[in-house]
């Protein structure tokens, strides 16, 4: 099967179950076409048993085999999603809740790995399943991570305050940079690759990734700005559209090439965008068109992912112990989420406490989505990648699933709309 063949089949595919779900199952497109696509999977799983002589798995796996997710995501398409992301967030409501963002997407990332990486070294022996420190350090960095592809998309249909959807959208736009970092230092320790790490080694990575990330992507961001104000005078969005797609894969391209977080440096040249300069260089009309174009972008990639997580279902071992471990890690994923939301923003709650509606909000809004299917399945092979992979996958759809179809019922609770 070659590349134009694959992309025909993805695109039909991901068309067909969009119809299914827009006359049918009527919930939102990323959640519907999951659920589709999943269901699919389920069916080829319970069919393939009642034919001994043909595998009914092949095909399919060998589609996401060609695909390769975790490659396709984590060095492709995400540079595109965190764009569009981008480009959706109020950068003045930013601005003003940048203390917040930035505690959450560090300090909040941070604690949610330590907390749930010693929560399930100790429960999960009292399971009978002993597993090293550092490959629940790697779960806790897979699933610490908000997906902002799930959660800028949910809160485009809900009525929350302008400062909390930035916070929101903030915090999941930065948080997978500090994640991905936490994973690549641990998986070469848990796997023997590396021998050891100074935490001064860490911190120095650290700064590499996620502060030259930042400083590349300020520079980058401030250089589209300056192009395109030469051409401010044509009009043509044609040549907007094309220097954003330029300064999305370029600055991705860049910070992997030397070594920095593509993932926060791509979030900070989209919010230049959003600055007063930005705002003087594209006028209303302009940046209206440029929004138009991104949001089919953003669509249309969020139709093929979540396909793809669906169909992801194919690649799941099936094992008694890691369908326990992960009826366990659920809710103790929503717990730690709550401890590392509250504690990374403490000194706001000191100064002004909202009867803890926020922290609600951003809890059961932490939904994790395509990373953490990625790293997941970006694992080494053996016993340990089988028992974490389903645990992964689990949250991951238990998070889209329940949590996102319920969020809009919580928000109108806690943030009732105005007459």
Avoid at 170 to 187: A, H, K, Q
Wanted: proline share 4%; aromatic share 8%.
């Amino acid at each position: 099967m070659n590349t134009l063949h694959l992309i025909a089949l993805l695109f039909t595919l991901s068309a067909f179950l969009c119809i299914v779900n827009a006359r049918v199952l009527h919930l939102p497109m990323t959640i519907g076409v999951m659920i589709l696509s999943m269901l699919c999977s389920l069916l080829i799983v319970v069919l393939n048993p009642l034919f001994p002589h043909h595998d009914l798995k092949h095909f399919p796996q060998t589609v996401l085999g060609a695909v390769n997710l975790p490659q396709a995501l984590l060095n492709g398409a995400l540079s595109l999603l965190l764009f569009a992301g981008t480009l959706g967030v109020d950068f003045g409501h930013f601005r003003t809740r940048l203390a917040s963002v930035s505690a959450l997407a560090l300090l909040g990332t941070v604690l949610a790995v330590i907390l749930l990486a010693g929560a399930t070294w100790v429960i999960f022996p009292l399971l009978g399943i002993p597993i090293p420190f550092l490959w629940c350090v790697l779960l806790g960095a897979i699933l610490a991570p908000t997906d902002p592809v799930s959660v800028v998309g949910m809160l485009r249909r809900l009525g929350l305050p302008g400062a909390l959807q930035a916070v929101f959208a903030g915090e999941s736009l930065l948080n997978d940079g500090v994640g991905i970092v936490v994973f690549d230092v641990t998986i070469g320790l848990a796997t023997g690759h590396v021998e050891g790490v100074t935490l001064a080694e860490i911190a120095i990575r650290f700064v590499r990734e996620a502060i030259g990330g930042c400083l590349l992507g300020f520079a980058t961001g401030w250089l589209a700005l300056l192009v395109l104000r030469l051409v401010r005078d044509t009009r043509d969005p044609h040549i907007t559209l094309l220097v954003s797609l330029a300064l999305a894969t370029g600055t991705f391209s860049l910070a992997s090439l030397f070594g920095m977080s593509g993932a926060v440096a791509v979030v900070v040249a989209g919010l230049c965008l959003g600055t007063q300069y930005g705002r003087f260089v594209l006028d209303a009309d302009a940046r209206k068109k440029l929004d138009g174009a991104w949001s089919l972008f953003d669509e249309v990639l969020n139709a093929l992912l979540f396909v793809l997580i669906g169909f992801e279902m194919l690649e799941v071992p099936e094992h008694l112990s890691s369908f326990t471990a992960m009826l366990v890690v659920i809710p103790l994923a929503v717990i730690v989420r709550w401890l590392s939301v509250f504690l990374s923003t403490l000194p706001v709650h000191l100064r002004h406490w909202d009867k803890g509606r926020m922290v609600a909000m951003l809890t059961w809004g932490g939904l994790r989505g395509g990373i953490s299917v990625s790293l997941a399945l970006s694992l080494p092979a053996g016993d340990l990648r089988n028992l974490l992979l389903p645990i992964c996958y689990g949250v991951v759809v238990f998070t889209i699933i329940v949590q996102g179809l319920t969020m809009e019922h919580v928000a109108t609770r806690l943030y009732p709309k105005e007459k």
